[in-house]
């Protein structure tokens, strides 16, 4: 079983930047991917970047393309989301998962079965 806690939201303001954490503890080995999603009120939640924990490959949605980094360290076992020119759109509960598996589309919900609490990130205007 693999433990995350996430860390890192708040408010800012709109081109600001912010970078979210995501400490991953417990059987880390099996870690196949990590991803951030988010969740807008009243919004589905949604797909933002993924890291494959082997080679550190990325993928993003087209949404954040250009402002956002996803990043691993290997020796903390911690994902980083550095989100820069940061716009009102951008605000949502972002959640860190992990998958074990390397079935599923990276950016559906089902490649991953282990998630975390949430952190809020707001930008105002």
């Known amino acids: 079983q693999v433990l995350l806690v996430e860390s890192g939201g708040g408010l800012v303001q709109a081109s600001d930047s912010l970078r979210l954490s995501c400490a991953a503890s417990?059987?880390?080995?099996?870690?196949?991917?990590a991803a951030w999603f988010r969740q807008a009120p009243g919004k589905e939640r949604e797909f933002v970047a993924a890291i494959f924990w082997s080679d550190s490959g990325q993928y993003y949605a087209d949404s954040v393309k250009g402002r956002f980094t996803i990043s691993k360290e290997n020796a903390k076992n911690t994902v980083y989301l550095q989100m820069n020119n940061l716009k009102p759109e951008d605000t949502a509960v972002y959640y860190c998962?992990?998958?074990?598996?390397?079935?599923?589309?990276?950016?559906?919900?089902?490649?991953?079965?282990?998630w975390g609490q949430g952190t809020q990130v707001t930008v105002s205007p």
């Open positions: 417990g059987r880390t080995s099996e870690i196949y991917r």
């Open positions: 998962a992990v998958g074990a598996t390397a079935y599923f589309n990276t950016n559906g919900f089902n490649a991953y079965n282990t």
